[in-house]
């Protein structure tokens, strides 16, 4: 109890805003505290959003990358140290999770008849610049470490 008799806050019990430096909501979001968790997923979902709109991920998709990469963050939240470890590891996840919805996408594709291949050519050829290009990476096993 403080001075005036009202009970003294916790850690966990203290607000978090915009204002709150990441590596502080990590902490306590480690430790448990709800409303550092919250804060930092209405800081980082934008983000997951953002990359999966720059790879042209449906709703559906978006929503699904967005839950595994929350749930992931949660469970390496005391992994994460330092201002910067957050914001790079969802931004790292958000891709390799985007990368292989594209390859099991593109698995399903049937390439038997020529309409079937140019179609997928010209979903390809739709594609942002970067994410061909980690198809491409993806598609050879030699260089899939490269793309992690």
Do not use: K
């Not at 607000?15 to 505290?33: E, I, K, Y």
């Not at 790292?92 to 698995?107: G, K, N, P, Q």
Request: net charge negative.
């Amino acid at each position: 109890m403080d001075d005036q008799g009202a009970p003294m806050s916790t850690e966990s019990d203290q607000r978090h805003d915009q204002r709150t430096p990441t590596d502080v909501l990590v902490r306590s979001a480690a430790t448990g505290d709800e409303a550092a968790w919250q804060e930092l997923v209405l800081r980082y979902v934008a983000l997951v959003c953002a990359i999966c709109r720059r790879c042209h991920l449906c709703e559906a998709d978006t929503a699904h990358v967005t839950r595994v990469v929350l749930t992931r963050a949660l469970g390496h939240l005391s992994e994460l140290t330092g201002p910067g470890a957050l914001p790079a590891w969802v931004a790292a996840t958000t891709r390799r999770e985007c990368l292989h919805l594209v390859l099991r996408a593109a698995d399903e594709v049937e390439f038997a008849d020529a309409q079937n291949e140019e179609a997928v050519r010209a979903a390809l050829a739709r594609l942002p610049a970067h994410c061909r290009r980690m198809v491409g990476l993806a598609s050879h096993p030699t260089r899939v470490d490269r793309v992690a």
